[in-house]
Every structure is written in C-alpha cells, then in structure tokens.
C-alpha cells in the first residue's frame, strides 16, 4: 500500500510553522491510515480560528507518527481550534483502540526498524547492550516544521526527554 502522506517533505508549509507530534501505541492497519489520513485531509482543509481558514497541513510516518502543522504567518490556531485536532484524535481511540497520546512511549529506530519502546524496555535494552545513548528517536518535542526537516526530526537516545530517566551503561 502505497501511503501519499507519509513524508515529512509533502508538508509545503514554511520552516517556521508550527507543529505538533502524535504518536500512536502501535503501527497503523492499512484500514486505519485511509481512515485517519481521510479525515486529516478533510480536516485540515476546513480547520480554522475565529472563522478565518488556517493553513495546515500534515503527515504520517512509519504508520504511527502523525505530524500536524500549521503556518502562523497567516494566521494563528486558537486554543479552540488546537483543541479540535487534539478531539479528532481522541476519537481514533473509540475507532480504533488507538491512542496518539500515551506521552510516556518512545519511538525509536531499532535494527533498520521503527519500534515503539516503553521505558522498560529501553532500560533492558541498554542493559542487555542490545541499545545504546546512539539509538536515534523521534524527537517528539519539536514545536517548529524546520526543526524537523533540518535533520531534527531524530536524536541519540541520551539527548532524549527520557534520557535522565534512564542508567546508560558506557563501552570502556
């Protein structure tokens, strides 16, 4: 099944929009991402704040990750209409048991593959020295498009929000 949002280059927006990361607790049936990615297509082209249309866009990576974006300069989201993604998501859950917002999980390249890790299992994972401080995940937190296409999309595991969270073990 070929995806037609599943990079983050499809968003033609300007680097300095703002962005928000969601990533689900497991990967996506190829049902759910026609699903999802038909409702984010109509969805972002009806999203507006205070009546006036904003532009926005999104994608979905590794059938997991959905990134939802928005370009302030011409006009900026409302807490409402910020709220309506949030609810959009939050209905996937009744859909589909799938949830876009368990913040504890990392989702992370392992072996060539996307995993998606709880801290449990990264903590065994550097204990075993089956995963290091190198492992590179999504970072998450980024707020702005630019970070993300500018090669900060993906960080080392010790630079990580979970990183102080963890005991790395280092080779001598």
Same mark, same amino acid.
């Given at each position: 099944?070929?995806?037609?949002?599943?990079?983050? =280059?499809? %968003?033609?927006?300007?680097?300095?929009?703002?962005?928000?990361?969601?990533?689900? #607790?497991?990967?996506?049936?190829?049902?759910?991402?026609?699903?999802?990615?038909? *409702?984010?297509?109509?969805?972002?082209?009806?999203? #507006?704040?205070?009546?006036?249309?904003?532009?926005?866009?999104?994608?979905?990576?590794?059938?997991? @990750?959905?990134?939802?974006?928005?370009?302030?300069?011409? =006009?900026?989201?409302?807490?409402?209409? %910020?709220?309506?993604?949030?609810?959009?998501?939050?209905? *996937?859950?009744?859909?589909?048991?799938?949830?876009?917002?368990?913040?504890?999980?990392?989702?992370?390249?392992?072996?060539? =593959? /996307?995993? @998606?890790?709880?801290? #449990?299992? @990264? #903590?065994?994972?550097?204990?075993?020295?089956?995963?290091?401080?190198?492992?590179?995940?999504?970072?998450?937190?980024?707020?702005? /498009?630019?970070?993300?296409?500018?090669?900060?999309?993906?960080?080392?595991?010790?630079?990580?929000?979970?990183?102080?969270?963890?005991?790395?073990?280092? =080779?001598?």
């Amino acid at each position: 099944m070929t995806l037609e949002r599943d990079s983050i =280059e499809n %968003i033609k927006l300007p680097g300095s929009s703002r962005v928000w990361l969601f990533g689900a #607790q497991r990967t996506l049936t190829d049902a759910e991402v026609v699903s999802i990615q038909g *409702q984010m297509v109509d969805f972002v082209s009806g999203w #507006q704040a205070h009546g006036k249309g904003l532009t926005a866009d999104f994608c979905l990576l590794h059938r997991c @990750i959905l990134i939802v974006a928005v370009d302030e300069s011409k =006009e900026a989201p409302s807490g409402c209409s %910020i709220d309506k993604v949030f609810h959009l998501l939050q209905s *996937q859950k009744e859909k589909f048991d799938l949830d876009f917002f368990q913040r504890t999980l990392v989702w992370g390249m392992h072996k060539g =593959e /996307l995993c @998606i890790f709880n801290k #449990q299992e @990264i #903590q065994a994972g550097l204990n075993s020295g089956e995963m290091n401080g190198e492992m590179k995940v999504f970072n998450m937190l980024s707020d702005r /498009l630019g970070e993300l296409t500018s090669g900060g999309m993906m960080l080392p595991l010790k630079e990580s929000w979970i990183a102080p969270k963890l005991k790395f073990t280092y =080779e001598r």
